[in-house]
């Protein structure tokens, strides 16, 4: 069993920084692959960004591309996303996962890869 929880979330304006952690505890961090997801209200949870167990790894949706960085401190057990020049389109609750993916798949962006998932954090960007 893997226990994630997420933290960092608020309310920011446009054009603003957050710095979202996700800390893990349980079994091993290193062995899983991470993901970021989110969820705005009415609509499907999408994915946002994913990293592979070392690190080496990055993975984002196009939309998120140059705007959000995703990293990972395995010392720590804690996965990170940097999220740059917030729109208001950002807001939602965004949740980290765990699963087993490795390094060079190309299901990142399946919430159905990953096992074990946060509580989410509330992100509200104003306009």
């Known amino acids: 069993q893997v226990q994630l929880v997420e933290s960092g979330g608020g309310l920011v304006q446009a054009g603003d920084s957050l710095r979202l952690s996700c800390a893990a505890s349980g079994r091993t961090f290193s062995s899983y692959a991470m993901g970021w997801f989110r969820q705005a209200p009415g609509k499907e949870r999408e994915f946002v960004s994913g990293i592979s167990r070392g690190g080496g790894y990055t993975y984002y949706a196009d939309s998120m591309k140059g705007r959000f960085g995703i990293s990972r401190d395995n010392a720590k057990n804690t996965v990170y996303l940097q999220m740059n020049s917030l729109k208001p389109e950002d807001t939602a609750v965004y949740y980290c996962?765990?699963?087993?993916?490795?390094?060079?798949?190309?299901?990142?962006?399946?919430?159905?890869?990953?096992?074990?998932w946060g509580q989410g954090t509330q992100v509200t960007v104003s306009s």
């Open positions: 996962a765990a699963g087993d993916l490795r390094a060079y798949s190309n299901r990142y962006y399946d919430k159905d890869e990953y096992d074990y």
